[in-house]
């Protein structure tokens, strides 16, 4: 039965991570023009009505059944995202991608550490091999490594607890209703930091300083097109968190590199090399080996 559950669980993590893959690769082309803030403001205002209309055509629930819970795990959540897209202020995407993608990593060690979860070495082998992976993928420069290069590492602990949180404190919810809570979140704070680079602007706004504009219709555009991917793709992750196990759907998020990387291609052109391929080889392996271990432990 758990295995079962764990192969949905794998099939909508994938999903929702190709579909993340895909409208992400949008985000940068806003860079030039609003601030990151402005955009998770204005996503949350397209998205929260969209998430009411899925709810009421679909019966699905929205209303949190434990509101404490669930704010514990948006936060968690959203924290890890935050500190992920700060650290892109200061360091290279692949420096702050790769402590992102240590969640899996922090999945394990908090199982251990507050759910009394038995984590063997082959787990951990496991998702090292997929952390490898992930480095070969994103092949952070060594020479541009400082103390700062730690903060992702927050990024992946946040969002690693908030995935796990999912999975042991957050089944009864609907998936919906865990949506909304994140986006929400995003909203509210992507709300305080636009007013306050309004207020207080700086003398070169970038992507993490600017202030409100008006926009043009390519921004709605992505924004629209954000909202949309976002929900479906954030409600299957968070389900897929809810029906099978947390370590080896935290291995399956690491496909969502992979997809980011095959639709830069496809949309933009955008080269990669052998040792990227090798590092999606090496990932695809670790989900399939995780997926399979897990199976023969029930």
């Given at each position: 039965m758990l295995a079962h559950a764990n192969f949905r669980a794998a099939l909508y993590s994938?999903?929702?991570?190709?579909?993340?893959?895909?409208?992400?690769?949008?985000?940068?082309?806003?860079?030039?023009?609003?601030?990151?803030?402005?955009?998770?403001?204005?996503?949350?205002?397209?998205?929260?009505?969209?998430?009411?209309a899925i709810g009421a055509v679909f019966g699905w629930g929205i209303?949190?059944?434990?509101?404490?819970?669930?704010?514990?795990?948006?936060?968690?959540?959203?924290?890890?995202?935050?500190?992920?897209?700060?650290?892109?202020?200061?360091?290279?995407?692949?420096?702050?991608?790769?402590?992102?993608?240590?969640?899996?990593i922090w999945v394990l060690i908090f199982s251990g550490i507050f759910f009394a979860v038995r984590i063997t070495l082959?787990?951990?082998?496991?998702?090292?091999?997929?952390?490898?992976g992930v480095i070969m993928l994103l092949q952070p420069d060594p020479a541009t490594l400082t103390v700062l290069?730690?903060?992702?590492?927050?990024?992946?602990?946040?969002?690693?607890?908030?995935?796990?949180?999912?999975?042991?404190?957050?089944?009864?919810?609907?998936?919906?209703?865990?949506?909304?809570?994140?986006?929400?979140?995003?909203g509210l704070v992507g709300a305080v930091l636009l007013v306050y680079?309004?207020?207080a602007p700086v003398d070169q706004p970038g992507f993490l300083t600017r202030g409100w504009v008006w926009p043009g219709s390519w921004f709605w555009g992505v924004t629209v097109?954000?909202?949309?991917?976002?929900?479906?793709?954030?409600?299957?992750?968070?389900?897929?968190?809810?029906?099978?196990?947390?370590?080896?759907?935290?291995?399956?998020?690491?496909?969502?590199?992979?997809?980011?990387?095959?639709?830069a291609y496809l949309l933009w052109g955008t080269p990669t090399n052998w040792l990227a391929i090798g590092g999606i080889a090496l990932i695809v392996l670790s989900g399939l080996a995780i997926s399979a271990q897990t199976a023969r432990e029930q």
């Open positions: 994938l999903t929702g991570a190709a579909i993340l893959g895909f409208i992400d690769n949008f985000i940068a082309s806003l860079s030039d023009e609003v601030s990151l803030w402005q955009f998770h403001l204005m996503r949350s205002v397209i998205a929260v009505p969209m998430i009411f209303a949190p059944k434990n509101l404490t819970r669930l704010t514990w795990r948006s936060v968690s959540v959203v924290a890890g995202l935050l500190i992920y897209f700060g650290a892109l202020g200061i360091m290279s995407v692949a420096q702050a991608g790769a402590g992102l993608f240590t969640a899996p082959v787990h951990y082998a496991i998702i090292l091999a997929g952390f490898a290069s730690i903060v992702p590492l927050f990024a992946g602990a946040f969002y690693g607890l908030g995935m796990l949180l999912t999975a042991k404190i957050c089944q009864d919810e609907s998936p919906l209703a865990l949506t909304m809570g994140t986006i929400l979140a995003l680079f309004t207020v097109l954000q909202a949309a991917g976002s929900i479906v793709a954030v409600t299957l992750i968070a389900k897929a968190y809810q029906i099978g196990t947390a370590h080896m759907v935290a291995v399956i998020d690491y496909s969502f590199l992979v997809f980011a990387i095959l639709f």
